[in-house]
């Protein structure tokens, strides 16, 4: 029973760390690579219109003969800053207002809680396209409305939890000791809801990432010539016959991060 119990927290684990290298080595790449090989993500030389690989450009040109390298490198810095900036505001968010609700019950609970199932009823690339067109093109735009679809996912963990927990005996004890607020939660609830934040963090910078280059490949999204990977998709999509490994490159560099990052999140269960 206990071989058979520790083989899938084995196996859970690998795949955790698997994940965890993959989008380090991405992030590695994003950060070191312009340090290794420098060059301008910006800069355009018509002559190198979809040339190959080269010394100052190892990934070849696009079609506008600007380093793909260089490009990517921007890009794959740009999407997960916006994610996790998104992240962390949204988390941040759902766990004031989960634990608010949580413990004070009552017409607080039930405005947030119709807060949240308003939101979550619309879809989630609707509200971002919303805030887009307020703020069009910017990251300020990205992070505001990821910010305002994530929070919410957030926030039902965070109450849920905290729910359970403020009903166990050992808060209850707390409370009667004359201990506080603050010592319930740093002693109680923040370690029961811990590691569900951090795995819900790992899947919503997935999803933030991936709605950025979604909204980049139809055009709504970040705005040329900022390297952006969905942007970067669409533009060399037309030249996929003349240069596979223009495309190819920020398809496999998108697909990794989102694979890692899933990997790494791993359980939605301890």
């Not at 420098?38 to 079609?63: I, M, N, V």
Request: aromatic share 8%; no cysteine.
């Amino acid at each position: 029973m206990t071989d058979a119990v520790m083989i899938p927290r084995a196996t859970d684990h690998a795949v955790r760390w698997t994940g965890t290298l993959l989008v380090a080595a991405v992030l590695a790449f994003a950060l070191l690579g312009p340090l290794a090989v420098p060059g301008d993500p910006f800069a355009q030389s018509l002559l190198k219109a979809l040339a190959g690989p080269e010394a100052g450009a190892p990934l070849g040109y696009d079609h506008l003969g600007r380093s793909i390298f260089h490009r990517l490198a921007h890009a794959l810095r740009l999407s997960p800053a916006i994610a996790l900036a998104a992240v962390l505001t949204a988390g941040l968010a759902g766990l004031i207002l989960g634990t608010l609700a949580a413990a004070r019950g009552g017409w607080t609970d039930r405005v947030l809680v119709t807060l949240a199932d308003a939101l979550l009823a619309l879809p989630g690339l609707l509200l971002v396209l919303i805030v887009l067109g307020i703020v069009p093109g910017t990251a300020l735009g990205f992070w505001a409305g990821l910010s305002l679809v994530l929070w919410v996912e957030f926030f039902r963990l965070t109450r849920a939890a905290t729910r359970d927990t403020l009903a166990s005996p050992a808060v209850q004890a707390s409370r009667l000791l004359g201990f506080g607020p603050a010592y319930v939660f740093r002693t109680h609830i923040w370690p029961e809801i811990a590691l569900m934040m951090l795995t819900t963090a790992a899947f919503g910078t997935a999803t933030a990432i991936m709605a950025i280059a979604a909204l980049g490949f139809v055009h709504v999204g970040m705005r040329a010539p900022t390297p952006e990977l969905g942007l970067m998709m669409v533009e060399l999509l037309p030249y996929w016959r003349e240069a596979p490994l223009a495309l190819l490159s920020p398809v496999i560099a998108t697909f990794a991060l989102l694979l890692g990052l899933t990997l790494s999140a791993g359980s939605r269960t301890p």
